[in-house]
């Protein structure tokens, strides 16, 4: 199947990292180092260093080995790939060395379109989900041996569902009768005989699969890792955009650039402002796709970029 992915907010997600104090497009011998926490298909890797110069160096990470079979096709000695979790990026550079990092959540669309990787509740496949299919449990796997109570918590938590207690009672009875789900369709008819009701347009099985996915990946966690590693890892001056396509992503991403825009002075101290440390972060701006971005890419709709950018002296 011939699969093509489009990134979303890619324009916008350029201009964001190369506007800031630190990299000027037209000065082509500069040593800029970036990050690209997702390879995916490329598409954010390729335009970023379509506008750097030659002596720019790009890392790429992606768990997924298909992304990185694609990444390693690439003939660019500016790019290096990694096939690890942005999470680890650390690992990878030094701190205040890199001028800019691009965080692009979820999963891509050759993931919830090839069927054999487990994603879709449209298209029968094994029961997988696993991003890097070389480590961990499939979400078949999962679902066979954990109790009803983690269960539960996994989809009311990452999927935010309210069925989420009845939805978790119905896969303990079927795997109990010996017939643990191992399919995607096999999942998406037993949640769909649970979930009644459901907003207009929406699968009964969304929010399952999504809570199902996050959690075999741990992507709320390497979330949370890495934008720690990013704040220590980007120079002065650097800036940080991250694109969300669901609210518990998006809260963590405001939230953690919020707290770390801001400095906590406790009250009644006789401090000036201009005696204030400064906060690590300066929160640059919000955007979403354009109503034209939507229409000719669906999928985009529910997207949120965060820009942040650190402050030249800030205090990490």
């Not at 965080?103 to 994603?119: K, M, N, T, Y």
């Not at 940080?240 to 009644?268: T, W, Y």
Request: hydrophobic share 40%; charged share 25%.
């Amino acid at each position: 199947m011939n699969i093509t992915h489009r990134p979303v907010l890619l324009a916008e997600a350029v201009t964001a990292l190369i506007s800031g104090p630190l990299i000027t497009p037209s000065d082509t011998s500069k040593n800029i180092l970036m990050i690209d926490g997702t390879f995916g298909r490329g598409g954010h890797t390729q335009a970023l260093l379509s506008r750097l110069g030659i002596n720019a160096r790009m890392i790429s990470f992606d768990k997924d080995l298909e992304a990185i079979a694609v990444a390693e096709k690439i003939n660019d000695s500016r790019l290096r790939i990694v096939h690890d979790s942005f999470a680890q990026m650390d690992h990878y550079a030094e701190p205040e060395t890199v001028d800019g990092i691009l965080l692009d959540l979820g999963i891509s669309s050759p993931q919830v379109d090839e069927a054999h990787r487990g994603f879709s509740f449209r298209k029968d496949g094994p029961l997988d989900m696993r991003m890097n299919t070389d480590h961990g449990l499939t979400a078949a796997q999962w679902l066979e041996q954990a109790p009803q109570e983690e269960i539960t918590h996994v989809i009311k938590t990452y999927g935010e569902e309210r069925f989420a207690s009845q939805i978790a009672k119905a896969i303990v009875a079927r795997r109990e009768d010996g017939e643990s789900p191992k399919t995607t369709l096999q999942l998406a008819s037993l949640v769909a005989s649970v979930v009644r009701t459901r907003e207009l347009g929406q699968d009964p099985a969304t929010r399952t699969f999504q809570a199902l996915r996050i959690f075999i990946n741990r992507e709320l966690e390497d979330l949370e890792i890495g934008l720690k590693a990013a704040l220590t890892l980007l120079k002065p001056g650097a800036r940080l955009a991250v694109i969300s396509f669901h609210s518990l992503e998006d809260r963590i991403v405001k939230q953690f650039m919020q707290a770390n825009a801001k400095v906590d002075v406790p009250r009644g101290l006789p401090v000036r402002d201009k005696d204030l440390p400064f906060s690590p972060l300066e929160i640059i701006g919000r955007v979403k796709p354009s109503d034209v971005e939507v229409q000719e890419n669906p999928r985009a709709r529910s997207a949120i970029m965060r820009v942040a950018q650190k402050r030249l002296g800030a205090l990490v």
